[in-house]
T-cell receptor, first 112, second 111 residues
C-alpha cells in the first residue's frame, strides 16, 4: 500500500520566521505532489502543487521536489499567525486511476 | 470555486445502525472520493469513482459500501456501523489541474 510520510508531526515557529515541512512517498510510480492546508474546523484546500524536479515559488510559499528520492518540502517564509493550520501532503500517479494518498499531516503553529 | 455539498453535517447513530452519507457536486467532475479523517492519520481513502456506476476500492474500505448513482451524486453507506467508524468524513471531487475540492465534511458518531 502506498504510504506518504510527513515530518515533523508538529511545528512551532515565531511570527516572521521560516517553517519547513517535509513529505516522502514510498511509491516509485508517483509523479505528482500536492500540499493542502486545513484550518481548524474547515475542509482542506489546495495550497501548491509540483510535478517537476526543482522549485516552485508562490508568494511566501516555496515547494521543492526531488523525484529521485520522492521527497517534497514546503517552506513558508515570514510566517503569519494565519498560517497556523494542518498541512497535508498528497501524492498520486500521473496515469491510470487518479488515486490520491495523503500523509498524516504537519500541524503548524505560528506564535506572535 | 468548485462546489461540493455534503449532508448531513452531523450524524449520531448506535452500534449496528444504518447510515448513509451523501455528496453532490455540480462541477461536471468525473472523479469523486470519500475520505475519513482521524487525528494522527490524516486523510484515508475509503472509496472513489470515476463516473456513474463505477466504484474503485480505496485503502480503508472495510465496513463501507459506496454507490455513484449519477455524475453528481456519490453516497457512502455504513450498513452495520461500529464505534471504530466514528470519524470526520470528507467527500471530494477532482477538478482542473488535478486539484481536489472538498466538501465541508460530515462528523459521524457511533455510540
Amino acid at each position: 500500500q502506498q504510504k506518504v510520510q510527513q515530518s515533523p508531526e508538529s511545528l512551532i515557529v515565531p511570527e516572521g520566521g521560516m517553517a519547513s515541512l517535509n513529505c516522502t512517498s514510498s511509491d516509485r510510480n508517483v509523479d505528482y505532489f500536492w500540499w493542502y492546508r486545513q484550518h481548524s474546523g474547515k475542509s482542506p484546500k489546495m495550497l501548491m502543487s509540483i510535478f517537476s524536479n526543482g522549485e516552485k515559488e508562490e508568494g511566501r510559499f516555496t515547494v521543492h521536489l526531488n523525484k529521485a528520492s520522492l521527497h517534497t518540502s514546503l517552506h513558508i517564509r515570514d510566517s503569519q499567525p494565519s498560517d497556523s493550520a494542518l498541512y497535508l501532503c498528497a501524492a498520486s500517479r500521473n496515469t491510470g486511476n487518479y488515486k490520491y494518498v495523503f500523509g498524516a499531516g504537519t500541524r503548524l503553529k505560528v506564535i506572535a | 470555486e468548485a462546489a461540493v455539498t455534503q449532508s448531513p453535517r452531523n450524524k449520531v447513530t448506535v452500534t449496528g445502525g444504518n447510515v448513509t452519507l451523501s455528496c453532490r457536486q455540480t462541477n461536471s467532475h468525473n472523479y469523486m472520493y470519500w475520505y475519513r479523517q482521524d487525528t494522527g492519520h490524516g486523510l484515508r481513502l475509503i472509496h472513489y469513482s470515476y463516473g456513474a456506476g463505477n466504484l474503485q476500492i480505496g485503502d480503508v474500505p472495510d465496513g463501507y459500501k459506496a454507490t455513484r448513482t449519477t455524475q453528481e451524486d456519490f453516497f457512502l453507506l455504513l450498513e452495520l456501523a461500529s464505534p471504530s467508524q466514528t470519524s470526520l468524513y470528507f467527500c471530494a471531487s477532482r477538478g482542473n489541474q488535478n486539484t481536489l475540492y472538498f466538501g465541508a465534511g460530515t462528523r459521524l458518531s457511533v455510540l
